[in-house]
Structure formats: structure tokens, C-alpha cells
């Protein structure tokens, strides 16, 4: 009898001390930024998260207009993140971190802003240890924590009505990625898996690559999202549809063969790395079938792209020449403005131009991400200055006319030599 007490109390004490061991490792092989087995997905719904809802609200006219910036002014350091509207100016402002840990190797989210909607801003935040998830309404600066990973936030996209983010993660220390989400942004919503986005090449790494090679790209109308990896010299673009993570296609872009910038809901808009070489001109590309048909349109060393719905289908904004420095110093005359053309593509087609008559020294947003305003249909956000000087402000050009109206509240840019 004392015998089997005695056993008794050792298989107690046993597992009082094996139970925390247990635990832990069982806590180690399924972190919360892991997606492995039955364990929350990376970025899984933070507990502190807010209760309520978001008030998404959808801009009447520009009056009404959310707005985002950082990185504009280098006389901001640490740069600084900013969001407002046109009526109420700054509502939110943050210093953005760009190393937290202060290690060069450190891998780290690749754009604070995901994107803008109904007066939502979707931003990462990371220190170095988590990243952060966030919702801030424009107009009254309210923020609200959507959820936080272990992994690293490292790129992502908002829907155009700022209901649905996705985002792709990657382990802290190695830089692999380790998974690509769909979140309904609001508190307490999890993410769901889009595995088929990322299972290709599971090995490739974003430690050793620049953003240049490393984007996510969301359709105009939200149906697709595409993410474009590069290991040693070839790169490729994956789409998959976003209502239900089905393949849309794959293709493979071999060195110097261009970069993407945009989806529609079935093609990829190239544009060349060595605008200078064989290969100047951008290229629109068939998912499904890997076609390819040129535009036929020279790119720019400084140009930038933007593109937006319009009625009659998915407009492509190419700017086919700007200046960062004096247009006299490339032997142009005084006062020459550069030229910007808007494309239409109806399937692998050019179907027609249009030239707005810009009065200024225009450049349409660069997609660095670094600007971004809530504008109602119909009209383009670009930066615009005289020649010759330095500071660059934003408008808003329609596309109806190619009319502009200036937007103060975004505040200046410098323009970079």
C-alpha cells in the first residue's frame, strides 16, 4: 500500500515539473506567427485589439478626401508618417523606425502604409520584435490594432474600399517567407491562409533582395493579387484571385525582362529595369498563358506609373519623360515640361491616349507608396512643381479633362537629385 502511494506521488511530482517543459516546447513548434498545423496563422488578432467597429466612410468629393505621407520632407528625421483629410488636416502622426533593431541585416516590413480606403489607412508597425497591424481613420485619427505577428509584416495591399488587407510575412531571423493572408480589416477579424500564392518557391529568401524585387500587387478592381519574387537573376510573378485563393497563372521573368507594377484582373503591366536598353519599352503580359505584347510607349529612367479604373477599362498612367535636376542640364530647352500619356488596355491592346495639357512640371506618384489620397472616381493623384524649383506639390488631375486642382492639406516634396 505504501508502495503504490509512494508511485502515486512520483507520477504527481513528475508531471507538475514535465507539464511547464511540455508546454513550452509544444509553444516553440507553434508559434503565433507560424501557420503550421493547427496553430493561429501569422498575424494572428491581437487581444488587445478594440471592440466597435470602423467608420469607413466613402469621399464625396475632394473636399472629403483622406490622405496619407511620409518620407517627403528630408528635413523630417526620423521621417515621420502623417495621415489627415482636405477639411481637418494632420489627424494622426508617428516617427517611422526604419531599422528598430539597428541591425543593416534585419529584416524588416518594406512600406509602413498598406493602402488607403473610406477613410481608412492600413499601416505596419514593427519594433523589432512584433509587427503591428493597424487601422487609422483619417478623420479623426482613431486607431485601432487589427493584429500582431511574430513574423514580419514584410509587404502587402488594401483593397480600393479598404474592407479586405493582404499581406505576406516572413520569419524574423531567416527572411523566409512563411505565409500570404486575407484579413477583413476590423477588430477581432482573423486572416485566412492563401496558400497558393506562396507555395511556389518557398525557398526564396527576401534577406538579399531590395523591394525593387519584392512586391505585392493588387488588381484595380480588387479580384487579383499577385506577389513578384526574384532569386539570384530570375524573377517571377504569381497571381491568384483573391475571392477564393484559385490560381490565376505564373509567369516566369528572366533577368533585365522588366518589372512589374500593376495587375488587372488577368494581365501584368511591365515596365523595363534598363530603360536605356534593348528592352526600353513596357510589355503587358497574360497571366493565364504567359502572352506578351509590347506598349507602345518608350519608358523613362525617372518615369513613374500609377493606374486607375476607368469606365471604359483599366487606364495605365506611364509618364514617357520627367527631370529630377534642371531640363536645360540634359539639353532641353528652358521651360520644357515633360510629356505624360494615359493608355488604355483592352486585352493585349492598345486601344487609345490621351495626353492631359499639364501646366506644371508634373510627375504622376511614384509607387514607393510614400503618398497616398482617398480620391473619388474619375481622378489621378500626381506631383506637380514649376521648373526649376525644388518643391514639388500634390494634385489631383481628372480624367475627364486632364484638369488639376491643387490639394494643399498632402503638403510639399522635394524633388530628388
Do not use: K
Request: hydrophobic share 45%; aromatic share 6%; charged share 20%.
Amino acid at each position: 500500500m505504501n508502495r503504490r502511494w509512494l508511485a502515486l506521488i512520483v507520477a504527481v511530482l513528475a508531471a507538475v515539473v514535465l507539464a511547464p517543459i511540455v508546454l513550452l516546447l509544444l509553444q516553440r513548434g507553434h508559434s503565433p506567427g507560424s501557420p503550421a498545423g493547427s496553430a493561429e496563422p501569422a498575424g494572428s488578432p491581437s487581444a488587445s485589439a478594440p471592440e466597435g467597429g470602423i467608420a469607413f466612410a466613402d469621399a464625396g468629393s475632394l473636399d472629403e478626401a483622406a490622405w496619407y505621407r511620409h518620407g517627403g520632407d528630408p528635413r523630417q528625421f526620423p521621417p515621420r508618417l502623417q495621415i489627415g483629410t482636405m477639411a481637418e488636416g494632420v489627424t494622426f502622426e508617428v516617427e517611422l523606425h526604419t531599422d528598430p533593431a539597428g541591425d543593416p541585416e534585419a529584416i524588416i516590413p518594406l512600406r509602413p502604409v498598406l493602402g488607403i480606403g473610406d477613410g481608412v489607412v492600413v499601416v505596419v508597425g514593427d519594433d523589432g520584435r512584433r509587427s503591428t497591424l493597424r487601422a487609422i481613420v483619417a478623420a479623426t485619427g482613431q486607431v485601432h490594432d487589427l493584429l500582431v505577428s511574430d513574423d514580419v509584416i514584410v509587404d502587402g495591399a488594401l483593397d480600393p474600399d479598404g474592407r479586405i488587407a493582404y499581406y505576406v510575412t516572413a520569419d524574423r531571423l531567416s527572411g523566409d517567407l512563411t505565409g500570404a493572408w486575407r484579413m477583413a480589416v476590423g477588430p477581432g477579424r482573423p486572416p485566412e491562409a492563401m496558400e497558393v500564392l506562396v507555395s511556389a518557391a518557398p525557398e526564396i529568401r527576401l534577406a538579399a533582395i531590395t523591394r525593387l524585387f519584392t512586391r505585392v500587387l493588387l488588381s484595380t478592381d480588387g479580384t487579383t493579387l499577385g506577389l513578384f519574387r526574384c532569386i539570384e537573376v530570375d524573377c517571377a510573378l504569381r497571381a491568384v484571385r483573391t475571392d477564393d485563393g484559385s490560381l490565376v497563372g505564373e509567369v516566369l521573368i528572366p533577368r533585365g525582362g522588366g518589372d512589374p507594377f500593376a495587375l488587372t484582373d488577368r494581365l501584368a503591366l511591365l515596365r523595363p529595369i534598363v530603360p536605356d536598353g534593348p528592352d526600353r519599352f513596357g510589355e503587358v503580359v497574360d497571366l493565364a498563358t504567359g502572352e506578351r505584347a509590347r506598349i507602345p510607349v518608350e519608358a523613362w529612367p525617372f518615369g513613374a506609373e500609377a493606374v486607375v479604373a476607368g469606365d471604359d477599362g483599366t487606364l495605365l498612367g506611364l509618364q514617357t519623360a520627367g527631370w529630377s535636376i534642371p531640363p536645360e542640364a540634359m539639353g532641353e530647352e528652358p521651360g520644357a515640361r515633360p510629356e505624360v500619356t494615359l493608355i488604355g488596355v483592352d486585352g493585349m491592346q492598345v486601344v487609345a491616349t490621351f495626353e492631359p495639357p499639364l501646366s506644371a512640371l508634373a510627375f504622376i506618384v511614384e509607387d514607393d507608396y510614400s503618398t497616398g489620397v482617398d480620391l473619388p472616381p474619375g481622378w489621378l493623384l500626381i506631383r506637380g512643381s514649376e521648373p526649376g524649383e525644388l518643391v514639388m506639390n500634390a494634385y489631383a488631375m481628372s480624367l475627364a479633362d486632364g484638369s488639376l486642382v491643387p490639394l494643399p492639406a498632402v503638403g510639399e516634396f522635394f524633388v530628388q537629385g
